[in-house]
């Protein structure tokens, strides 16, 4: 039995990331109208239903694109990482797109800011994040960097920027504790989603512009931080799996510096949130790193370096170490490669015989040593 309606909150998804021989959790839909105004949409296999190679195969001959309806879109994210036929950058262009899609509703202009859009886009977040750490799940640093390159870049810098920030974070969180939980890992990545959302304060002009700023525009953008938090802070969220105090710290922190002279509350040290203090760190490198049309990168090896100086005024000299040698051991190439215990150094050697071995996550007892406080926001210091 086939349903219609002409409602247009539909998305449309890749024939690759359809599951095959599993039960698929969603309606699938094509567009029978001709018209590009005029859309209509039918569902074609009903949730519940599971496809084979060769039926996926007549649906890609048959049509030309599949829809889902944006209500399921949870449910298709939700199956990505189910999806063992689909590539890492589908997959994450797929969570890209829900991200920008939530992340618009808040940034676009024009858009009213209810406490109902709000609570609508940090369940979006959420979702996409969730996906993001299921999906991304074995991915280092360096892992990381190697998809951000591949992905494609909206113009809207902020939207791949927070995107790149929150799986630069998941990936340094695990690096800094291997054995992160899946919740930590969601805070870490709903922190660097979420950390500029007091941009949406600020006009697009100031924010999408790749020039000098004039001394009143930097003046502004410094605002966002507050603004953010203002926003979440009157916020009444009603989503018991979102950890807003997390986020909070985040949004409100980030451009804290290590020795104290960041904005807007001079906090130092532990007294920054560690996961602004990651965050920190995630919007540094995707700044430094990540081609963007209008400016040229550093290669990974010039970033450390320029990073490495910035360390103790800047950011936090534990976590960037630990940050660093992640980055490094994949860097040189050699990480993966040892010789084995008969190798004879007096012997001439026509080849080095290396042989493969899995590569290391650097361990950090980083988290042991700090104690973490994840909630309660540090006040502004008394001057
Ligand atoms: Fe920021
Ligand atoms: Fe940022």
Redesign the pocket.
């Known amino acids: 039995m086939t349903s219609e309606t002409t409602i247009s909150s539909y998305f449309s998804i890749s024939f690759g990331l359809v599951l095959i021989g599993q039960e698929i959790p969603y309606d699938i839909y094509i567009n029978s109208s001709s018209h590009a105004v005029r859309e209509k949409f039918v569902c074609i296999l009903k949730k519940g239903r599971t496809l084979s190679q060769n039926e996926l195969e007549d649906f890609r001959e048959k049509y030309y694109q599949l829809y889902v309806n944006e209500e399921e879109r949870p449910l298709y994210l939700r199956s990505l990482v189910l999806c063992p036929e689909g590539s890492d950058i589908e997959k994450t262009a797929a969570i890209k797109d829900s991200a920008i899609k939530h992340l618009k509703s808040v940034f676009e202009e024009g858009y009213e800011f209810t406490n109902e859009v709000l609570d609508e886009t940090l369940e979006g977040c959420r979702e996409s994040v969730e996906s993001m750490v299921d999906v991304l799940e074995d991915y280092t640093i360096t892992d990381m960097q190697k998809l951000i390159a591949e992905l494609s870049f909206h113009d809207f810098y902020t939207y791949d920027?927070s995107i790149n920030?929150a799986m630069y974070s998941i990936s340094i969180l695990k690096a800094l504790k291997p054995s992160a939980t899946r919740k930590e890992q969601v805070m870490a990545g709903m922190g660097g989603l979420l950390?500029?959302l007091g941009k949406v304060k600020i006009p697009t002009r100031i924010i999408n512009n790749p020039g000098k700023l004039s001394e009143n525009d930097f003046l502004a953008i410094k605002e966002h931080p507050k603004y953010g938090f203002d926003l979440l802070e009157n916020h009444e969220c009603g989503h018991s799996g979102i950890n807003i105090e997390v986020i909070k710290r985040v949004v409100n922190e980030?451009h804290e510096n290590f020795n104290g002279t960041g904005y807007p509350n001079n906090l130092a040290g532990t007294d920054i949130s560690v996961f602004a203090r990651i965050t920190a760190i995630a919007?540094f490198y995707d700044?430094i790193t990540t081609k963007r049309s209008y400016h040229e990168v550093l290669s990974t090896q010039d970033a450390l370096e320029v990073m490495a100086k910035s360390v103790g005024r800047k950011i936090d000299p534990k976590i960037f170490e630990i940050f660093r040698k992640n980055v490094d051991v994949i860097l040189s190439g050699k990480s993966n490669v040892e010789l084995p215990d008969d190798f004879d150094p007096c012997q001439p050697q026509n080849i080095l015989p290396m042989q493969k071995v899995a590569p290391k996550i650097q361990r950090s007892d980083f988290f042991e040593k700090e104690e973490v406080d994840y909630g309660k926001v540090k006040k502004k210091k008394a001057s």
């Open positions: 920027h920030v950390h500029d980030h919007d700044a």
